[in-house]
């Protein structure tokens, strides 16, 4: 089965950083586009980032490029999101997921994905 744990949350200051974590298996983790999203209380989920491990190929939300970098160990069949510059407007449950739309320069929420467990991010001002 696809499992997916989110860990690396807690509380930071405006201006910031935290790196989160997204350990995977039971799915073939190099062929695979994996994603990071986020929902604050009352909003929608939204894309934050994704990344194919394979080919290293990488793709951002608006919101977040320049800001955030995604990254990935094969050997761990882990993905990283490091967060910089952070404010209050990311405070959100951020979880990571399978299969995310992922291609032509965009990032976003397609009907295959396979969430897991998400880590909550708390920016303070």
């Known amino acids: 089965e696809v499992q997916l744990q989110a860990y690396g949350g807690g509380l930071v200051q405006a201006g910031g950083s935290l790196r989160l974590s997204c350990a995977a298996s039971?799915?073939?983790?190099?062929?695979?586009?994996i994603g990071w999203f986020r929902q604050a209380p009352g909003k929608e989920r939204e894309a934050v980032a994704c990344i194919y491990p394979r080919q290293s190929s990488t793709y951002y939300a608006d919101s977040v490029k320049g800001r955030f970098t995604i990254s990935s160990d094969k050997l761990e069949n882990t993905v990283y999101l490091r967060m910089n510059s952070l404010n209050p407007e990311d405070t959100a449950v951020y979880y990571c997921a399978t299969d995310p739309w992922c291609q032509n320069g965009e990032v976003g929420i397609s009907v295959e994905m396979v969430w897991g467990q998400g880590t909550l991010v708390t920016v303070s001002s």
């Open positions: 039971g799915f073939t983790f190099d062929t695979s586009a």
